[in-house]
Nanobody, 126 residues
Framework: VQLQASGGGTVQTGGSLRLSCAAS????????VAWSRQAPGKQRELVAA???????KYADSVKGRFTISRDNNKNTVYLQMNSLEPEDTAVYYC?????????????????????WGYGTQVTVSS
């Protein structure tokens, strides 16, 4: 599965962006998908993930502001980001891992994801 993230940009505090992660390959529909971010000087952290059956999980720092969703017909996962803050500035990556028929399983460790795409830069100005 090849992944292509897009939709990053520069917004002011309080603004919104929607990131897209387009995947190639038929295994996407059987995979959990996560969005992760890495800010300068910090470790990469998971911010949202979605299981095959659309169960979602979020980092505390983005709960209530970010929404992850998937469209299996388009092999695409989205991350709607609202009420953006300067602390959200980072390179955002999407990642996938097949979950072997565990339709509701959401890996919540970077090491569990075995397929990563190139990132897209999000910058929030104050």
């Amino acid at each position: 599965v090849q992944l292509q993230a897009s939709g990053g940009g520069t917004v002011q505090t309080g603004g919104s962006l929607r990131l897209s992660c387009a995947a190639s390959g038929s295994s996407f529909v059987f995979s959990a998908v996560a969005w992760s971010r890495q800010a300068p000087g910090k470790q990469r952290e998971l911010v949202a993930a979605i299981a095959v059956n659309n169960i979602m999980k979020y980092a505390d720092s983005v709960k209530g502001r970010f929404t992850i969703s998937r469209d299996n017909n388009k092999n695409t996962v989205y991350l709607q980001m609202n009420s953006l803050e300067p602390e959200d500035t980072a390179v955002y990556y999407c990642a996938t891992v097949p979950t072997n028929r565990r339709w509701g399983y959401i890996p919540w460790s970077r090491d569990e994801y075995d397929n990563w795409g190139y990132g897209t830069q999000v910058t929030v100005s104050s």
